[in-house]
């Protein structure tokens, strides 16, 4: 297996670190300059991608971060997850992640809510989907699933969509955010799980960093609740003893990655945006990194262009 390398130590006068964009996926890493990610003294933003294009800065990530390469075709070795289900593989970060799993040497199964539709918007493997509804499922339903699939890895994609549940997105919100993340939890400890991929945000924990006031944190939480929701499911994965990465994106672009994937620690970004597609890579290749075992990734992309101006809110 080819590995990247991302040294990602800490150091005295430097605040993150950058990995450049390659088409290969293969990443060399560049430092940036110590910046102070705790100014928000922009001008009021509008919309929550608004708020995550702020110029972004961080802290690095404590220890010594090994990722396979992005570009590696085979997860197959003795010992490495092979057996993948993806939650929420018909969602655009997921279907992704379901898409790059399917192109490698993994088993994977995409859990969505129903097959017949998934079937027609997805380009499944033969017989490679299968029903997984963390709202309606119970714990031993999901475990089921889980378990039928032979899931060594899980990764959790889901997140509910506010745009078809605007009268009611608090509560949506919670159903699959928290409560629904946390069966999943559950049902992965039930079923064997070996591995939990956590697909969250950066500034989830924003209220215990001081950052509840900032653009990004206010904007995002307009909706549902959701980074205090999001937070509640990190901390039950966290206290699960099963073996996590959480990996916290800054604003989802939908679109292809134009600038480099830059990596931070826990709780050092309150801004910032990234491609679904460099999500879905780290995703991906945390399944099988024994460096990002219990680590919280926190990744946007840097471009080195300022803050644009984007209409309307893209999940």
């Known amino acids: 297996m080819k590995f990247t390398t991302l040294f990602l130590a800490l150091a005295p006068t430097v605040s993150g670190f950058v990995a450049p964009q390659t088409s290969g996926r293969t990443f060399t ?21 608004d708020a995550f294009k702020t110029a972004f800065s961080g802290a690095a990530l404590a220890g010594l971060t090994f990722l396979p390469s992005l570009s590696s075709p085979a997860f197959a070795e ?16 997921g279907s992704r992640i379901f898409e790059r799993l399917n192109a490698q040497s993994f088993i994977t199964t995409g859990g969505v809510r129903n097959v017949a539709k998934a079937t027609k918007s997805l380009k499944p493997k033969k017989d490679n989907l299968s029903r997984l509804d963390v709202v309606e499922d119970s714990v031993d339903t999901l475990a089921n699933t889980l378990s039928g699939a032979g899931a060594e890895g899980l990764i959790i994609a889901v997140g509910f969509n506010p745009g078809k549940n605007l ?35 950066i500034l989830t924990n924003g209220r215990e960093w001081g950052q509840e006031e900032s653009p990004g944190f206010v904007i995002t939480n307009v909706f549902g609740n959701s980074l205090d929701e999001k937070i509640i499911a990190e901390k039950y994965l966290r206290s699960s003893g099963l073996d996590y990465t959480i990996v916290r994106p800054g604003g989802l672009k939908g679109t292809a990655p ?30 099988n990194d024994a460096k990002t075992t219990n680590k919280v990734l926190e990744i946007i992309e840097d471009d080195g262009k300022p803050p644009q101006v984007f209409n309307g809110i893209v999940m």
């Open 167 to 201: 009268l009611r997105m608090s509560t949506a919100c919670h159903e699959v955010d928290n409560v629904g993340t946390i069966k999943l939890i559950d049902a992965a400890k039930k079923a064997g799980v070996k591995k939990v991929v956590l697909v969250s945000s």
């Open 29 to 49: 890493l560049q430092a940036t300059a110590d910046e102070n990610v705790n100014d928000t003294s922009s001008s009021p933003l509008s919309t929550r991608r």
């Open 258 to 287: 134009t600038g480099q994937l830059a990596v931070y620690g826990e709780d050092k970004l309150n801004s910032g945006e990234i491609s679904r597609d460099l999500v879905a890579d780290v995703c991906v290749a945390a399944l």
């Open 78 to 93: 003795e010992g490495e997850i092979k057996n993948v289900v993806v939650a929420g593989a018909t969602g655009q970060t």
